[in-house]
């Protein structure tokens, strides 16, 4: 990969929080900062394109309940061809996280996740972003 360096204007507030943003999250400098920025919007306006994207479904739900670990098992059987892998975690005696790990196109992935949003008795649902080529 080649570098190539050039001169950016900012508005001294914009810069200021450009400064904040690189102490917060320990960006190396204030290129690592822009680069990572860059990135996002790339993965973004890909999700926003529907392209083929990668990303996770993490949920959390009571495996007491023998019906939801049931239902949660027939929509990765049934999406079988998006999901790349996941993983069973035991949270406490009654909670399971579990991570799967997704590749398709956008919309693909979003109904994914809106399957596991409808299922009564879910207690959390999140679509973790990012794409397959940055």
Known sequence: MTLKRFGVSLEQDLLS???RLVERERFPSRSGAIAYLVRKNMVEA???????VAGAVVIVYDHTNLEMHKE???IQHNY???????QHI???????????AVRGKAYKLRKLS?????????KHVDLVTSATNI
């Open 17 to 19: 929080d450009l400064d």
């Open 46 to 52: 890909k999700w926003e394109n529907d392209e083929e």
């Open 80 to 86: 079988h061809c998006l999901i790349l892998s996941g």
């Open 90 to 100: 035991h949270l406490d005696d009654h909670n399971c996280l579990e991570v799967i």
């Open 114 to 122: 809106s399957k596991f949003k409808a299922l009564r008795g879910i």
């Open 72 to 74: 949660v098992n027939a």
